[in-house]
């Protein structure tokens, strides 16, 4: 079994993007990271990507509307990021109050600001194989960390468990995708598909995003198969400072040893989706370089 890091991946692409920046003249790329309230995740995450922009040379922007934002209000503040030209891409964190329609918040982003890829061009984008538009940074950096670990998906069958518009549903078009890296036969499984363990263990290349605790055991899995383990779960551990450890949707433990490949929770998917946020800010820079 060979263990992906993602770390270590996403390091290189950091390290690219950084020299990559270092050689444009003029004014740097520009990243807005909008946060509404304190969900406890949201903040690290948001932090992670304001540390990560500094590093390379990206100037970031954090604005903290107050938790009690209506819906129009917050389009407002996106309609100015819209407009600024000294901003690149736009990035609003999830969740978002329960008050506002998050999927209408992707759509006001601008499309071609829309560094998270949310916004419906960019999806179906995605599904027309246009390279113009932005890739949702979790479905790009799984695909990226396949590519990176020399997994072709070619031929493979690769099953997604999970069809989020975040993952799931923009993972699986990726590797449907008729390009060189993708080429792959695509099942996707959600909460009422039947038998599921019968589908996951055909699949060369499984993709577990469903945000349950180690849901997929040793008996889900075809030996020799490639695993990648998106969920990010908080598990109750009394015996750490912070009363919780991070799990994926894979049982690490009895999964592992029957893996040609698997990425770990923390330090597999994670890190790449700054890493591919970071990219796609560059990609808008340059596209809107090229517009100016
Ligand atoms: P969602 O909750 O939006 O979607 C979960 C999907 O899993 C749904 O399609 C749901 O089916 C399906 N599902 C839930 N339970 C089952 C089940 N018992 N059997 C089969 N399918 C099931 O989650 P996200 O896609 O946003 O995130 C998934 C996980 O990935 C989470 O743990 C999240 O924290 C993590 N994540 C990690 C990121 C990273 O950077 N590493 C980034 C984004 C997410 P249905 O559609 O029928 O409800």
Redesign the pocket.
């Known amino acids: 079994m060979e263990l992906i890091d993602g770390n270590h991946i996403a390091g290189a692409i950091i390290a690219e993007l950084k020299a990559e920046i270092a050689t444009l003249p003029g004014r740097k790329p520009c990243i807005a990271l909008v946060r509404v309230g304190e969900d406890p995740?949201s903040v690290s995450y948001v932090k992670k990507k304001e540390k990560t922009a500094v590093e390379i040379g990206v100037t970031s922007r954090v604005i903290l509307p107050p938790i009690g934002i209506t819906q129009s209000e917050l389009f407002a503040l996106i309609d100015d990021l819209n407009a600024d030209p000294a901003v690149d891409g736009i990035l609003v964190q999830s969740p978002l109050p329960k008050t506002i329609e998050e999927v209408a918040v992707f759509r006001r982003v601008a499309p071609h600001k829309d560094v998270d890829g949310f916004n419906t061009i960019n999806l179906g984008k995605i599904a027309q194989e246009d390279e113009t538009g932005f890739v949702a940074?979790?479905p790009a950096?799984i695909i990226e960390l396949l590519a990176r670990s020399g997994v072709d998906l070619k031929g493979r069958h690769v099953v997604v468990?999970?069809?989020?518009?975040?993952?799931?549903k923009p993972v699986a078009l990726l590797a449907l995708q008729k390009k060189a890296g993708a080429n792959a036969t695509v099942t996707i499984?959600?909460?009422?598909?039947t038998n599921?363990p019968a589908i996951t263990r055909q699949a060369d290349v499984l993709i577990a995003?469903?945000?349950?605790a180690e849901?997929v055991t040793a008996d889900m899995v075809k030996p020799g198969a490639v695993v990648i383990d998106?969920?990010?779960?908080r598990v109750a551990d009394p015996t750490r400072k912070n009363g919780y450890r991070l799990t994926?949707?894979v049982q690490f433990a009895t999964v592992a040893p029957l893996c040609a490949k698997i990425t770990p929770?923390p330090g597999?998917?994670?890190p790449?989706?700054?890493a591919m946020l970071m990219r796609n800010t560059v990609k808008a820079f340059r596209l809107g370089a090229a517009s100016r």
């Open positions: 995740a940074c979790t950096g468990l999970g069809r989020s518009l975040i993952v799931g499984c959600h909460s009422a598909t599921l995003a469903i945000g349950r849901f998106v969920g990010i779960n994926g949707d929770v597999g998917v994670g790449m989706t700054v």
